[in-house]
Structures are given as C-alpha cells and as structure tokens.
C-alpha cells in the first residue's frame, strides 16, 4: 500500500507561481513513474506532467514552458513548479504514483483567478 499525500495548493493570481508537492509513502519501488493530474469542472482528468525513477519527462502541451516537474527519489517526493499561471489551470491537481500498483493522492485545490 502506498499513501500519497499533497500540499502546495491555493489561490494565485494570473501570472503567479505554485510549488505543489507530493510525498509517497510505503512500499515503494525504485523502478516507478509519478504524475500530476489534473481536472477541471465538467471535464475530464488529464495529464499534467509526469517523471520516471530515471528522469524521463512528459508534458501537457499546454503546460509546456510554464510547468516543471521534478522528484527527489531519496525522499520519495514529486513536484510541480507552475509558472505563469493561468485562469485556465484553474482545477484540482492529483498526484499519482505507478509502480506495482497506481496509487492516487486525494487532490489539490489550484484556483487561479483574480
């Protein structure tokens, strides 16, 4: 079993910038991919970023240039720096974890308005 817990989340203005983090916790396997995810009201969950063990990424076109995903695999950590944010990110993010099993975190709120 694997727990994920986030943080990072809140209200930022258009422009501004979030850290979101996720921490994983359990038996976890050095050979993983973890992800952020997100979904806005009245439309489905997509894929934000994610990152292998290895450092492989993968964007969202339409976060590409603004986003950054990241992980600090000695803390079992994964996170998101959103930059140049805009109304339009506006959703509540989960991180996920693959590994033997896919495991999700319980979401984020990310609200960027004026």
């Known amino acids: 079993q694997v727990q994920l817990v986030e943080s990072g989340g809140g209200l930022v203005q258009p422009g501004g910038s979030l850290r979101l983090s996720c921490a994983a916790s359990?038996?976890?396997?050095?050979?993983?991919?973890m992800a952020w995810y997100r979904q806005a009201p009245g439309k489905g969950r997509e894929l934000v970023a994610s990152?292998?063990?290895?450092?492989?990424?993968t964007y969202a076109d339409s976060v590409k240039g603004r986003f950054t995903i990241s992980r600090d695999n000695a803390k079992n950590t994964v996170y998101l720096q959103m930059n140049s944010l805009k109304p339009e990110d506006t959703a509540v993010y989960y991180c996920?974890?693959?590994?033997?099993?896919?495991?999700w975190g319980q979401g984020t709120q990310v609200t960027v308005s004026s």
């Open positions: 990152i292998t063990s290895s450092g492989t990424t």
């Open positions: 359990g038996t976890i396997f050095s050979i993983n991919v």
């Open positions: 996920k974890y693959s590994g033997y099993y896919a495991y």
